[in-house]
């Protein structure tokens, strides 16, 4: 399972002076053979051939880059082992003789990207995608329970509550019927409870973020009433949804929802930005903003708006990341330009520990300046 941590590690690890090679391959779709996958890596090294001849010579240089092709050519071509993976990244460093392969659970885009660092704008990208839910569909009579994981759905379990029908009895007053109502609302308080019991069971596996549930508001009002207090506090949506529906109708219905609680969810996070950048608070906005924030530490979440790059510049000499500075501001030394920022950005931040958030373009970020940052700690002047 990719985490945060891995990354962080990644770049702690990796050598900002000497050049990685980055791999990312799409495996998604199962008609795509390891001999596919030969033929992209083959075409993505003839793209970059004139690049590569560029490249400083020596053991730090090129000589170290070709080592990595070939070990990622014979990697994809005999090493390369899907399991299920929708995609895969490698980073490889032969001069530091780092080698690191990682299954994806989303579909990424194929890049070759040889750096000073590891690329990881698109790893980060999916672990920020990827959140975990899981939806419960039930009624008084039947409970089924799915985990979605970057929009793949997976149902674990299907109930069937043994609720006995409702009998028409006739008795002294109504006593029967009561006692049958009674005996009935026993039999669907239990059938909850199970569902609600499969349900945590997933969680201590699965550990979702979010919990959706579906089904007639009033079950729901019930049903939620014996779900553990760990869900509880996870139950993001309340969907409309009949237990008979089918597995497809399901699956549409909680992932519309899913999308909306994350489009709402990176609204929310910009707007709180910047009410508080402009209230002098916990946020900045803006590139040169977060860049200084960045390096004074005081980063606490890098928000970035998916597809946005910018030039920029690197000092190699103290990791210095700026805007346009030709000599760095730290220590005097010519900057060195660089392509995308952002991605300079990012890896700073995961270097200090900081998280990061991809923000959809929907989200409001551009109109402050495509990047920003919650703060952990604001600066009093
Ligand atoms: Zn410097």
Redesign the pocket.
Known sequence: MINYDLVSTLLKRSDKKLLTTSLYLDLSSPQFTTKDAEIVLKGLIKEKKQELDGLPAGREGRQSVAEDLERLSRFVGTELDRKGAKGIAVFSCSAAKMWEAFPLPGPVRNVLLVDRGPYIRPFTMLLDEYERYCTVLVDRERARVFAVTMGEIEEQSQLLGDVPGRVRASGWGGYEERRIERHIEDHVHRHFKRAADVAYDLFQRKKFDRLIIGGRPDVLADFEKVLHSYLKERVAARVSVEASASLEEALRKTMEVHRQIEERSDRELVQRLVQSARAGGLGVLGLRATLGALRRNQVHTLVVEMGYVEKGVV?D????VGTDEQK?P??R?ETRSVPDVVEEAIREALRRDAKVAHVSPAAGLADEGHVAAVLRFALTA
Request: net charge neutral; glycine share 12%.
């Open positions: 000092c000499a103290c990791g210095f760095c730290a220590c030394a």
